[in-house]
Nanobody
Framework: QVQLVESGGGLVQPGGSLRLSCAAS????????MGWYRQAPGKQRELVAR???????NYADSVKGRFTISRDNAKNTVFLQMNSLKPEDTAVYYC???????????WGQGTQVTVSS
């Protein structure tokens, strides 16, 4: 059973930065597709960024140039560096681990990010 634990959320002023972390248990992290998603109040959950096992990345247009996703396979951890934060980035951010090989699609509990002055 894979478990994901997110950390690093909080309250930040517009223009500020935060770094989210997601630590995974288990032994399949290195072969899994890792993603960060977010859900704002009254809105559907949306993809923020994903990173493949080989390091390839893709981002939502709204965060390109501001957010960076990375992974440390030795530590079973994926990161989301968020810079130049805007009020519209306010949401609960969720980590996702997906592996077709292992038939796993697992979500973390979420971490709140609030961008406000």
């Amino acid at each position: 059973q894979v478990q994901l634990v997110e950390s690093g959320g909080g309250l930040v002023q517009p223009g500020g930065s935060l770094r989210l972390s997601c630590a995974a248990s288990g032994s399949i992290f290195s072969i899994a597709l890792m993603g960060w998603y977010r859900q704002a109040p009254g809105k559907q959950r949306e993809l923020v960024a994903r990173i493949g096992s080989g390091g390839s990345t893709n981002y939502a247009d709204s965060v390109k140039g501001r957010f960076t996703i990375s992974r440390d396979n030795a530590k079973n951890t994926v990161f989301l560096q968020m810079n130049s934060l805007k009020p519209e980035d306010t949401a609960v951010y969720y980590c996702n681990l997906f592996s077709v090989t292992a038939s796993i699609d697992t979500w973390g509990q979420g971490t709140q990010v609030t961008v406000s002055s």
